[in-house]
């Protein structure tokens, strides 16, 4: 266990000088020591260990999301570190990053965070990191929360469906902003301002409704607002990180380009489902569509591929975010009541793969979308997001050409529910590897969990 190699004629590796995050695929042999990679050598070389040869299949380096949302301790019968992390080996995740919302207590605190890594305890299947929270109410305890080793922390500028997740306002941003520059952490920003003249739309069993409900201009104004606080954070001398989680409106991309034209420390993703689905697609009452902000028309999710394109858009994290079949009124079909969220942890990569390919992308795209550039925001890139030497043995083998469609029975999250049942997509994880661990294989987890906490400071 503890020294073997895999290889393949297709093996995504850094480049020489991989500052830059920039990968090759070559016929390689990669050598596995205490679960870190120990060297990289010629396809078919001769070593004093086990050989898996993985033929024609792509061995790439795990996949790295940086959004999902777990919700326990608390929530857990909405998702569980067990369930959620199964899913992400399924998918070929290799590490993930868990949101500080929706579990109880929400990680807005040392103790809240003390208590999510007690729930973790022998559940974790992938290596699993932590985002924490910024409220109103917890600026005093953000230098302690940041110690305790989450990576980051995110706030909302709008009402987050949670009770004890209020949303901030400028004055808070300002408050935090020196805590997190002096951390070199991001701040994560869920960026929806809610600026009135919609708060009456009826929201009705019609999607357009709902689209309607959640329009641009609460995105537009408020990245625009995050850009005049990074701004402000640059000229005071911090140039504190700022992130914008799941950008839906392609009218926002304009001022994330003028953002970073000014040398701001400023990033923003999006995820599978503003990229593979469009509104007009999707039918009356299907409250698993639903998500804030909400998925758009064709033309903006065009527009969203191009700024994935030119770097505009940074990378692609998969924002899975479930709940309970109940919460999600799959019966009523009730678009205002449905909780906003969409599962699909397990799918992302054939998902954005699928539609990625016939745009000319290639898997040395998808991972530095998926995985390098995700590894390097949540300060994971000294071990991860790579295959090179030193780094954690995490890796996934593809199958870019395999076909299949997406069932309810294949889905290892929680709740078998995915607004992409029946969608056949191309490309699959046939294996996962984390840290040297053979943790998946075609449908089948293998022996116990053994994924670890990623603590600030302590990977
Ligand atoms: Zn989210």
């Known amino acids: 266990m503890s020294h073997f190699a895999l290889q393949s004629k297709n093996v995504i590796v850094a480049t020489k000088n991989s500052s830059n995050g920039i990968s090759k695929m070559i016929a390689a042999c990669v050598e596995v020591k205490n679960e870190h990679i120990h060297a990289i050598h010629p396809y078919g070389q001769t070593l004093a260990c086990e050989v898996k040869d993985f033929g024609e299949h792509v061995i790439m380096p795990g996949l790295v999301d940086s959004h999902v949302h777990i919700n326990e301790p608390g929530r857990t019968e909405w998702e569980g570190f067990n369930t959620a992390t199964q899913a992400a080996a399924a998918g070929g995740i290799t590490a993930l990053v868990d949101m500080p919302l929706n579990c109880i207590p929400v990680t807005t605190t040392k103790a809240a965070f003390q208590e999510k890594l007690d729930a973790v305890d ?265 295959i090179k030497a030193g780094n954690h043995a995490d890796f996934l083998v593809f199958d870019p050409n395999a076909e299949f469609t997406i069932t309810n029975e294949m889905i290892k999250h929680r709740h078998n529910i995915t607004p992409y049942a029946g969608r056949t997509v191309t490309g699959q994880v046939q294996h996962t590897f984390v840290r040297g661990h053979h943790v998946y294989q075609q449908d089948q987890f293998i022996n116990a969990p053994i994924g670890k906490p990623l603590l600030k400071g302590r990977l």
């Not at 909302?156 to 951390?183: C, Q, T, W, Y």
């Not at 991001?186 to 329009?215: M, T």
């Open 122 to 386: 022998d559940k974790l299947w992938v290596d699993c990191g932590f985002w924490g929270g910024v409220i109103p109410q917890n600026i005093g305890d953000l230098d302690e929360l940041l110690n305790a080793g989450v990576l980051g922390v995110k706030s909302f500028l709008i009402d987050s469906g949670i009770e004890e997740f209020p949303n901030v306002e400028a004055k808070d941003i300002r408050a935090a902003m020196p805590i997190l520059a002096k951390h070199d952490v991001p701040y994560l920003i869920h960026a929806e301002l809610d600026c009135g003249g919609f708060d009456d739309a009826v929201i009705n069993e019609k999607y357009d409704s709902f689209l309607a409900s959640r329009p641009k201009k609460w995105e537009n104004d408020a990245i625009a607002l995050m850009v005049d606080m990074a701004r402000e954070s640059k000229e005071k001398g911090d140039n504190c990180k700022v992130h914008i989680v799941h950008l839906s409106s392609d009218e926002a991309l304009t001022t994330i380009e003028q953002a970073k034209s000014e040398g701001l420390r400023f990033t923003a993703e999006t995820c599978p489902h503003y990229l593979t689905i469009n509104s007009e697609s999707i039918p009356d009452g299907k409250t698993l569509f639903k998500c804030c902000p909400p998925i758009r028309e064709n033309q903006n999710r065009e527009h969203l591929w191009q700024a994935v394109t030119d770097g505009r858009l940074d990378f692609i994290v998969s924002d899975h975010s479930p709940c309970t079949p109940e919460l999600k009124h799959i019966d009523t079909g009730d678009l205002e009541k449905a909780w906003g969220g969409i599962s699909a942890l397990q799918f992302g990569i054939s998902l954005i793969w699928t539609e990625a390919k016939e745009r000319g992308f290639n898997l040395v795209d998808i991972v530095r979308l998926m995985s390098t550039e995700t590894a390097k925001f949540a300060g994971l890139d000294e071990v991860k997001g790579a």
